[in-house]
């Protein structure tokens, strides 16, 4: 017996090379019958976006603000703090808020994304919403103000004539550093039709 080779060597090497051989026998068999290893993902998807069906290669644990951002070129989507909690990535799927950056792209092919590109119309003319916070002079730094149209968007959506409470609320998980809050809640009072 080699010196070198002890009998714990030994049998070492021949679980390693059994381990081997099983995982690889396995992915071969997954391959030959045409399906993905178990546990993967598919990487080349389709997803809906402001209405058109987009290709796109993602990774397994992909974010739709990544997806948007750096995959599709999607740029109003802004990352904040990138954890949920600024709600400058903020984008409406099936009509709904949603923080983008907490959201896997993966988890969205079935649902239609509507991100701040999507609200203008083909003509040009902005959005009311758009429109009503550059008439307020809502945006500052203008860093936040995608996430807080598509927040204001999704609220008039559902209640066209809200309260100035109502409004708060609906902004309340938008963060802006310039501070300026009642201006954009003077745009949503703007865009609702009613007095700021």
Known sequence: MNPQLSRR??????????VAAASTSGINQA?????RPRGSVERLISININGQTRRVDVAPQETLAYTLRYKLGLT???IGCNRGECGACTVLINGVTNY???TLTHSVRTRTV????????PDGTLHPVQQAFIDELSP????????????AVALLEETPQPTREEARQALSGNLCRCGAYDHYLNGVMR???QNS
């Open 9 to 18: 060597r030994f049998i070492k090497a021949v679980i390693a090379s059994s």
């Open 31 to 35: 391959a030959a019958q045409g399906n």
């Open 76 to 78: 109003g989507t802004k």
């Open 100 to 102: 983008s950056c907490s």
């Open 114 to 121: 509507r991100t701040v590109e999507g609200l203008q119309a």
């Open 140 to 151: 500052q730094c203008g860093f936040c103000t995608p996430g807080q149209v598509m927040s």
């Open 191 to 193: 865009a609702s039709g």
